[in-house]
């Protein structure tokens, strides 16, 4: 095969086809005819593939060739490594894999191997991450950030990883006790707190850690006031209380009580119970009423049985449980 002229760069072969001139601070091309020629060289330091189009692609360890320029040099800007994922996160319990990216002068990008990469992680709620970049949320109460480290040769950089919270109750001292974690870290801060216990009652006003979630209460507040409502739609959060309506002398007795609009989801169930001597109990089967509802809290309300065990009722007690 012809060449009509051979102009080497740091080692690196033309391209053969019609080249452009280019121009860096550190090199200069002058425009080249080339014939239509194209078989492959190569050299322990470079490989320059044939190519059909304008440009040849070229590459090395140390370099990477662009097409469209003889001889282009790619050269890596300072800020070069760019981590990626599909998305920068990863849920508590689970596994993401980050990868990287090299980043040239063009603009351009390269991938690298993720166990190319130093990886660690600076800050946050990340379990573990492997040399190959394989990261492990760990336990969280609400979504949190997590900074992580990626480091190629002379590059470094930095990314910003948020850790899902997708299991309410798991977090620390406060996991698996039935109340959401939000809500103790809200109320008392970040374990370990025995205050926050479900059972343990800080504001000694009668009503545990459990019982003050499920009716909208503040447990640092102490309270004995009944849970009010205005309407159909405002409601005041407090203990339960009872209803007693007169219709033409026909007086009906039901319980009311605050209850959270996402009971369900939060794992809650709330039992009325009845007795007309504080000994037997019978537990009420009628469907609650919901008398208002102001998108987080609801009053309900349920009637007095007519007798247990052939007494007449005379008591109630609420009794709230976690599944």
Request: glycine share 8%; hydrophobic share 40%; aromatic share 10%.
């Amino acid at each position: 095969m012809n060449w009509h002229r051979v102009l080497l760069i740091c080692c690196i072969a033309l391209p053969p086809l019609a080249a452009r001139a280019a121009t860096s601070a550190n090199y200069s091309l002058e425009p080249a005819v080339l014939d239509s020629g194209g078989l492959g060289t190569s050299s322990t330091n470079y490989r320059a593939d044939a190519s059909a189009a304008a440009g040849g692609a070229m590459s090395s360890e140390l370099y990477s060739g662009r097409t469209g320029f003889a001889g282009q040099l790619g050269d890596a800007v300072a800020t070069s490594i760019v981590i990626t994922a599909p998305l920068l996160e990863v849920e508590e319990g689970g596994t993401c894999q980050l990868g990287a990216s090299l980043e040239y002068d063009d603009q351009t990008t390269s991938e690298l191997p993720a166990a190319s990469i130093t990886w660690s992680v600076l800050s946050g709620p990340i379990s573990a991450i492997s040399s190959a970049g394989l990261i492990s949320g760990g336990p969280v109460y609400q979504n949190s950030p997590a900074l992580v480290s990626a480091v190629f040769q002379g590059f470094s950089t930095t990314a910003e990883v948020t850790v899902c919270n997708t299991a309410g109750d798991n977090f620390a001292d406060y996991a698996n006790d039935g109340i959401p974690d939000v809500w103790q870290v809200q109320y008392f801060g970040a374990p370990p707190k025995v205050m926050a216990a479900a059972l343990a009652d800080p504001d000694g006003d009668g009503l545990n850690n459990l019982q003050e979630f499920a009716f909208g209460m503040n447990p640092m507040l102490r309270s004995n006031s009944p849970v009010t409502w205005n309407g159909t739609m405002q409601v005041s959060s407090g203990a339960p209380t009872q209803l007693v309506t007169n219709n033409n002398g026909a007086f009906a007795f039901r319980v009311v009580y605050a209850r959270r609009k996402d009971y369900e989801s939060a794992h809650l169930t709330y039992t009325g119970e009845f007795s007309a001597d504080l000994v037997t109990w019978k537990a009420s089967t009628a469907t609650p009423t919901v008398l208002a509802d102001d998108g987080w809290m609801q009053a309900v309300s349920v009637p007095y049985p007519f007798s247990v065990a052939g007494r007449k009722a005379r008591y109630f007690r609420l009794k709230v449980e976690t599944q």
